[in-house]
């Protein structure tokens, strides 16, 4: 039995007893009250009866024959004068009723009295009814009843009330074991999932559970434990590529920093080594930057602070940046953008998205080519282009280039000296400002990254 249950099981046992107590205490209570009352209507009836017949023929004779009459039955009668002697008893006069012939009150209406109805402590209930010839009191019938007879009648109406009563607590047992069981089950069997899961075991199968929230619950669970493994796997991939992409600088740092080790300290080799390692630094020194700022973004604690900027200036003083390195590669940079055109942005964050995109039209393109960085409105939103005339991306690796460490030049060719972080970044940071990036290419011709914000 687990601890859930059990308290179900309890409440449900609890909130049913009370129920059940409640509503057979009152049923008792009725049928009691109910029989009691018959009882005395009954032995006030007889009583009256015998009054008529004695109203009618108030002889000797007709006197003998009630008491004849009373003496086979398990009530009595008592026929007294108006002055309370005994007329007449249909068995022996005890001294309980002497008690209550003594008790009675002086005006009794003709239809009669109760006079004793504690049937629980009295050893009789009793009736009286008075003989009235000619309006004048001639005697009282009373009539006696021993409680023996209501007293066993209740004794066997317990007895049945605690039989039922055990009976339908039996049943109860049952029924609430299997629906407890019915309410329970799946929560067990997702508890138990949920702690397979955080074991690292993600194949959870639950059973189909319907459609109501625990149904949901489990579905949740499911889709949780593919998440999760989804999850798993990715992170395993990336730090792969990350313990990957550490180590082809680090090879390079370590030899060339042993070659120039030994090397003659005036040898010119020696100075290119020490570039070389140095190089290599600047390389790794990106690449921990990069992965820094994906946790960040990551781990959504950093804020992008938006505000309105002036694009043209704004882009101009991104470009001039630039320009230095297109120079060197002999390349052209035509900027379109009206001079009134504003956008709301995070000036340094988006900074960081046009300089990667430029990196990598310069990176991606041969000399003697344009590069063009476009702004509009279009619906109301703001459009970022960046065209290049560069060697495009095919087909089948456009979907992926904005994956961590994913490169079209799978040799991983280190004179471009990329990581392939650029992208995700730029996608994260474009998203961040609750834009989308979407990107067009055709190979040898060029490609196009598009932003919407
Ligand atoms: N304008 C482009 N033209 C052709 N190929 C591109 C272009 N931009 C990106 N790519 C391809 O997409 C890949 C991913 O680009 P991304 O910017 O993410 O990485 P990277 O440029 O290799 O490295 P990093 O930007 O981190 O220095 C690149 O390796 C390249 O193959
Ligand atoms: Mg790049």
Known sequence: MNKISFKIGLLFFVAIFLLESISMFFLHDNIIHSRVHDELSALQTRGNNHREILEASFQEETIRHIAMMEARTDTQVILTTPDDGIYMSSNKVTNEMKKILKGTPRSVPHDGLILEDDWKHATYIASISPVVIDNKVNGYVYMFQSTQKIKDLISGLNRHFLLAGLLSLLFMMIIIVFLTRAVTDPLIKMSDATKRISKGDFSVSLPKLGKDEIGELGESIKVLASDLEVLKNERNEFLASISHELRTPLTYIKGYADIA????????????????IFEESVKLSKLVKELFDLAKMDENNFSIEKEEVHLLPYFQSIIEKVLPALKENQMELVLSCQSELSGVIDPIRFEQVILNLLDN?????????KIIVGADTVDGKLQVIVHDEGKGIPEMDLARIFERFYRVDKSRTRALGGTGLGLSIVKQLVEAHGGTIEVFSSLGVGTTFKIIL
């Open 361 to 369: 039209a310069r990176k991606y393109s041969e000399p003697n080519t």
């Open 261 to 276: 080790r030994r090397a003659d300290p005036a040898s010119p080799d020696r100075d290119n080594f020490l570039g070389i």
